[in-house]
């Protein structure tokens, strides 16, 4: 695992355990078995919903996009802000936000 994803463990101790797997040429970042955060050319994006992407896009927070044949596909990941890397509250906040939503997209696909 690159020095970049090991990091992460620490950005988010808050939260306990975390996993991260690769993933799609990627990876995701998991906390008890929930995807709340997924990385892409050391990047990180933080699970987002409709109020959330309204705000980290005021932010200047891109979301997630890949090609997939001819088209561009935006999944509801937005990138994380740098702030993350040195403010371990910022970094807490988000990531219970995140996972918070994760969740509850998870109860709403059963």
Do not use: W
């Not at 892409?40 to 994006?45: F, K, P, S, T």
């Amino acid at each position: 695992m690159s020095d970049f994803l090991d990091a992460l463990h620490d950005v988010f101790r808050g939260l306990g355990r975390v996993e991260i797997r690769p993933m799609f040429g990627g990876h995701g970042v998991f906390h008890d078995g929930v995807m709340f955060a997924l990385v892409a050319d050391d990047e990180v994006y933080l699970k987002s919903n409709a109020e959330t992407a309204r705000r980290h896009e005021a932010e200047g927070l891109q979301p997630f996009r890949y090609a997939k044949g001819a088209r561009l596909v935006t999944m509801s990941y937005h990138r994380a802000p740098e702030s993350i890397f040195d403010d371990p509250e910022d970094a807490l906040v988000r990531a219970q936000e995140a996972l918070a939503i994760a969740r509850r997209a998870r109860r709403q696909q059963r």
